[in-house]
């Protein structure tokens, strides 16, 4: 469904919107995906190091940004045709679960959440300690998260776009004001939070990696108090 409303946005146009289990309903913004990348993704993306491990690239518009700075970067998506569409942008974009076995385990210096993707598998501790074991142990994670006073928690979510939907799936929110305890739980020290014209951010980098878990090894199925969210 995701695959098929990026086609479809790209050719006519139109709204597609998230709704959760709750009842709450978002939009899904997939023109701003198509796009170029705009001032704030530029911003966020200036002096980033490389290599860069985009999770949840989607059309690419991020890695096409970094490819003009010079920097290498490889995206990871589960939909082919977002990857498809990436790739035809001049990015480099695998179709793949950021859980199974990736390209570089150890050795990416940057990682990238953004447009909601802290949510993807709706456990973001599990998520956030998958991507410490991909990271170079002084590398650094880029995350956006939903502005304080946002619930959060783990919930369930599909897409609707023209009357179409798709099957229910595992997600998270993770507000700003909730990030340090995740962040503790996953192994990162939070460097900084910001907001940019109403969405906010967060750069974590790296507690010491424990000596019993290697660079590229994958966590456990479930870590600590925070493995709900």
Same mark, same amino acid.
């Given at each position: 469904?995701?695959? #098929?409303?990026?086609?479809?946005?790209?050719?006519?146009?139109?709204?597609?919107?998230?709704?959760?289990? #709750?009842? %709450?309903?978002?939009?899904?913004?997939?023109?701003?995906?198509?796009?170029?990348?705009?001032?704030?993704?530029?911003?966020?993306?200036?002096?980033?190091?490389?290599?860069?491990?985009?999770?949840?690239? !989607?059309?690419?518009?991020?890695?096409?940004?970094?490819?003009?700075?010079?920097?290498?970067?490889?995206?990871?998506?589960?939909?082919?045709?977002?990857?498809?569409?990436?790739?035809?942008?001049?990015?480099?974009?695998?179709?793949?679960?950021?859980?199974?076995?990736?390209?570089?385990? !150890?050795?990416?210096? %940057?990682?990238?959440?953004?447009?909601?993707?802290?949510?993807?598998? !709706?456990?973001?501790?599990?998520?956030?300690?998958?991507?410490?074991?991909?990271?170079?142990?002084?590398?650094?994670?880029?995350? #956006?998260? #939903?502005?304080?006073?946002?619930?959060?928690?783990?919930?369930?979510?599909?897409?609707?776009?023209?009357?179409?939907? %798709?099957?229910? $799936?595992?997600?998270?929110?993770?507000?700003?004001?909730?990030?340090?305890?995740?962040?503790? *739980?996953?192994?990162? *020290?939070?460097?900084?939070?910001?907001?940019?014209?109403?969405?906010? $951010? *967060?750069?974590?980098?790296?507690?010491?990696?424990?000596?019993?878990?290697?660079? !590229?090894?994958?966590?456990?199925?479930?870590?600590?108090?925070? %493995?709900?969210?």
């Amino acid at each position: 469904m995701y695959g #098929e409303g990026l086609l479809a946005t790209a050719r006519t146009g139109g709204a597609a919107r998230v709704r959760l289990r #709750e009842g %709450s309903v978002l939009p899904l913004a997939l023109e701003r995906y198509l796009g170029p990348a705009d001032e704030i993704d530029e911003r966020l993306l200036e002096g980033l190091a490389g290599p860069v491990l985009d999770v949840g690239c !989607g059309p690419g518009r991020h890695l096409h940004a970094l490819a003009a700075r010079g920097v290498f970067a490889l995206g990871v998506d589960l939909s082919p045709v977002a990857v498809a569409l990436a790739v035809g942008r001049g990015g480099r974009a695998i179709v793949g679960d950021i859980f199974d076995d990736l390209p570089g385990g !150890g050795t990416w210096r %940057s990682a990238l959440l953004l447009d909601g993707n802290i949510g993807i598998g !709706g456990c973001p501790v599990r998520l956030l300690t998958r991507l410490g074991s991909l990271l170079h142990a002084d590398g650094v994670l880029l995350v #956006e998260l #939903e502005p304080p006073g946002i619930r959060t928690g783990a919930t369930q979510a599909r897409i609707e776009r023209d009357g179409a939907v %798709s099957s229910w $799936f595992a997600w998270a929110r993770v507000a700003a004001c909730d990030l340090t305890p995740i962040a503790d *739980a996953s192994g990162f *020290a939070i460097a900084a939070v910001w907001s940019m014209a109403g969405r906010w $951010f *967060a750069r974590c980098t790296q507690i010491d990696r424990p000596a019993d878990r290697p660079p !590229g090894e994958g966590p456990p199925p479930q870590t600590g108090a925070y %493995s709900v969210l």
